[in-house]
């Protein structure tokens, strides 16, 4: 606000707890947002603020307004943008937060701490050639998917609010401005740790292992050798992500290494997108034209993040040069077992199989195969063989993959689990619904011209996506044709 009144936040419930302090300060930078004309708020995720402690329902929407913009701070907040590095696109670089300040972490009524950022807030030191500004549609895009993978379970930042500036951002066009309010469990990324490698810092480097143990793995200080246990608490979260999202079709679509957060969590919600038909192929983002980060991809670009990680570590992973690279490679060289135990667990879940087979894999492979070769909807899929098959709209009531149906059921009478009981688990873990894209830009579109009631309506449906109600069923079809759709980074 411009006159600068104070406002009583502090009866909101901020209990902030600045403890990335104690870290070297070559890893942020004070970073205040900028004034803006006239914030107004757009959406607030009430349950979101109650988990955190904050009785935000109190507060007038111009309170609130001002908050998620950055204009009034709340007590103890202490605000600054990172410094990090990165591999974008597999070439190293240098970077920072350029569009987003951390106002501090808020310490929660449970005692679990997380960071409060402001996203698109303005410029940082780090901000380069960009303006430091986010627009509406793709705020409101990071809140619906992010909310929308915390409905599915999957570890994710969160969003707790969106507010427009009142203010124009220079895109193709001219949009609305938008600051999104992102939660997060940390914004400790594999290109932070590789920021400080690259300065060669190793005090520096154990500094923030220290410190990033202690806030999300601190059983490995009890482990024999600390560092190495933290490499694999990091990989093991990683390989179990990277299996949920294959597991619901969801391609990230920016696996950069700066977009790689050590906490296990999903973050930087920018070209992502689900997918419709099965095709490993399957890539959105407008600048990825040779697929790296295609859907089939994202284990293998993992992997190499993860090896990035290993490398930022070696002072830490053994004072010997030579025998640390071997610890590493060793660690590396487990990844893919990890990745795909997960998988194929959760595979097992999505098919209704209670124990394990030796031909478990090839049974889901040529389920792959044959949706891949009919061109076959992924969600839909899964949700079908989940219902009863002689209902009238269901695909398989007239043998569709009928050797694979066959072979399949022969899979669950030779554990001896009933369909019916295979039927009812799998309606525990494979969606109704996910945010098809079609669907995503309608509600954006609406959002847009002021219009939140459809975004609303698919937010609903989103954050309970395993019930099937006739209100999800209509959020169930993909569309007619889905050639060439697109998405954007940094927008
Ligand atoms: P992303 O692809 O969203 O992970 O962004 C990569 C880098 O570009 C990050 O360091 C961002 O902070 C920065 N960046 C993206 N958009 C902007 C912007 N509008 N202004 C300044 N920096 C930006
Ligand atoms: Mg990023």
Same mark, same amino acid.
């Given at each position: 606000?411009?006159?600068?009144? =104070?406002?009583?936040?502090?009866?909101?419930?901020?209990?902030?707890?600045?403890?990335?302090?104690?870290?070297?300060?070559?890893?942020?930078?004070?970073?205040?947002?900028?004034?803006?004309?006239?914030?107004?708020?757009?959406?607030?995720? +009430?349950?979101?603020?109650?988990?955190?402690?904050?009785?935000?329902?109190?507060?007038?929407?111009?309170?609130?307004?001002?908050?998620?913009?950055?204009?009034?701070?709340?007590?103890?907040?202490?605000?600054?943008?990172?410094? %990090?590095?990165?591999?974008?696109?597999?070439?190293?670089?240098?970077?920072?937060?350029?569009?987003?300040?951390?106002?501090?972490? @808020?310490?929660?009524?449970?005692?679990?701490?997380?960071?409060?950022?402001?996203?698109?807030?303005?410029?940082?030191?780090?901000?380069?050639?960009?303006?430091?500004?986010?627009?509406?549609?793709? #705020?409101?895009?990071?809140?619906?998917?992010?909310?929308?993978?915390?409905?599915?379970?999957?570890?994710?930042?969160?969003?707790?609010?969106?507010?427009?500036?009142?203010?124009?951002?220079?895109?193709?066009?001219?949009?609305?401005?938008?600051?999104?309010?992102?939660?997060?469990?940390?914004?400790?990324?594999?290109?932070?740790?590789?920021?400080?490698?690259?300065?060669?810092?190793?005090?520096?480097?154990?500094?923030?292992?220290?410190?990033?143990?202690?806030?999300?793995?601190?059983? $490995?200080?009890?482990?024999?050798?600390? %560092?190495?246990?933290?490499? @694999?608490?990091?990989?093991?979260?990683?390989?179990?992500?990277?299996?949920?999202?294959?597991?619901?079709?969801?391609?990230?679509?920016?696996?950069?290494?700066?977009?790689?957060?050590?906490?296990?969590?999903?973050?930087? !919600?920018? =070209?992502?997108?689900? #997918?419709?038909? !099965?095709?490993?192929?399957?890539?959105?983002?407008?600048?990825?034209?040779?697929?790296?980060?295609?859907?089939?991809?994202?284990?293998?670009?993992?992997?190499?993040?993860?090896?990035?990680?290993?490398?930022?570590?070696?002072?830490?992973?053994?004072?010997? =040069?030579?025998?640390?690279?071997?610890?590493?490679?060793?660690?590396?060289?487990?990844?893919?077992?990890?990745?795909?135990?997960?998988?194929?667990?959760?595979?097992? *879940?999505?098919?209704?199989?209670?124990?394990?087979?030796?031909?478990?894999?090839?049974? $889901? @492979?040529?389920?792959?195969?044959?949706?891949?070769?009919?061109?076959?909807?992924?969600?839909?899929?899964?949700?079908?063989?989940?219902?009863? =098959?002689?209902?009238?709209?269901?695909?398989?009531?007239?043998?569709?993959?009928?050797?694979?149906?066959?072979?399949?059921?022969?899979?669950?009478?030779?554990?001896?689990?009933?369909?019916?009981?295979?039927?009812? +688990?799998?309606?525990?873990?494979?969606? $109704?619904?996910?945010?098809?894209?079609?669907?995503?830009?309608?509600?954006? +579109?609406?959002?847009?011209?002021?219009?939140? +009631?459809?975004?609303?309506?698919?937010?609903? $449906?989103? *954050?309970?996506?395993?019930?099937?109600?006739?209100?999800?069923?209509?959020?169930?079809?993909?569309?007619?044709?889905? *050639?060439?759709?697109?998405?954007?980074?940094?927008?």
């Amino acid at each position: 606000m411009e006159d600068g009144t =104070p406002i009583p936040v502090d009866s909101v419930g901020w209990h902030f707890d600045n403890t990335f302090t104690s870290l070297p300060d070559v890893l942020y930078t004070a970073a205040l947002p900028a004034p803006v004309r006239h914030p107004q708020l757009v959406i607030l995720n +009430a349950p979101l603020a109650a988990s955190l402690g904050l009785q935000l329902h109190t507060q007038p929407p111009e309170t609130l307004a001002a908050l998620f913009a950055g204009q009034v701070l709340p007590p103890g907040a202490n605000p600054v943008a990172w410094a %990090y590095a990165g591999h974008q696109y597999g070439h190293f670089t240098m970077l920072g937060d350029g569009r987003a300040i951390l106002l501090g972490e @808020q310490r929660t009524p449970s005692g679990q701490l997380f960071d409060i950022q402001l996203k698109g807030a303005g410029p940082t030191r780090f901000s380069r050639r960009g303006d430091g500004r986010a627009a509406l549609g793709p #705020m409101l895009r990071e809140y619906l998917i992010s909310e929308a993978m915390a409905g599915l379970g999957i570890p994710t930042t969160r969003s707790l609010a969106v507010v427009t500036t009142g203010e124009p951002v220079y895109r193709d066009t001219i949009l609305p401005g938008a600051i999104l309010t992102r939660v997060a469990a940390s914004h400790i990324r594999v290109g932070t740790f590789q920021y400080l490698a690259a300065r060669g810092d190793t005090d520096q480097l154990r500094a923030l292992a220290d410190y990033t143990i202690r806030r999300h793995d601190p059983d $490995v200080l009890t482990a024999e050798h600390p %560092y190495r246990a933290f490499f @694999q608490a990091v990989a093991d979260r990683q390989a179990a992500l990277v299996a949920r999202w294959q597991l619901v079709g969801f391609v990230h679509g920016v696996m950069n290494t700066d977009n790689t957060a050590i906490s296990g969590e999903t973050i930087d !919600y920018g =070209p992502c997108a689900f #997918m419709n038909r !099965y095709d490993p192929a399957t890539v959105f983002s407008s600048i990825d034209s040779i697929g790296r980060y295609a859907y089939g991809n994202q284990p293998a670009i993992i992997h190499w993040n993860l090896a990035r990680f290993a490398e930022s570590l070696l002072p830490l992973l053994d004072p010997d =040069p030579e025998r640390a690279v071997a610890i590493a490679v060793e660690m590396l060289n487990n990844f893919p077992a990890t990745f795909e135990r997960y998988w194929l667990q959760g595979m097992r *879940q999505k098919l209704g199989l209670q124990t394990e087979e030796s031909d478990d894999a090839a049974l $889901v @492979q040529s389920l792959l195969d044959v949706m891949e070769q009919t061109g076959a909807d992924y969600t839909n899929t899964f949700f079908h063989l989940s219902q009863e =098959p002689e209902r009238p709209d269901n695909p398989f009531r007239d043998a569709r993959f009928p050797d694979w149906h066959a072979r399949w059921q022969a899979r669950l009478a030779h554990e001896g689990t009933t369909p019916e009981a295979a039927r009812a +688990a799998m309606r525990q873990v494979n969606p $109704v619904v996910i945010p098809r894209n079609h669907q995503v830009e309608a509600v954006l +579109a609406a959002a847009e011209t002021g219009d939140l +009631a459809p975004l609303q309506a698919l937010l609903a $449906v989103l *954050q309970s996506p395993f019930v099937w109600t006739a209100h999800h069923a209509a959020y169930q079809s993909p569309p007619d044709h889905e *050639q060439g759709y697109r998405t954007f980074c940094g927008t």
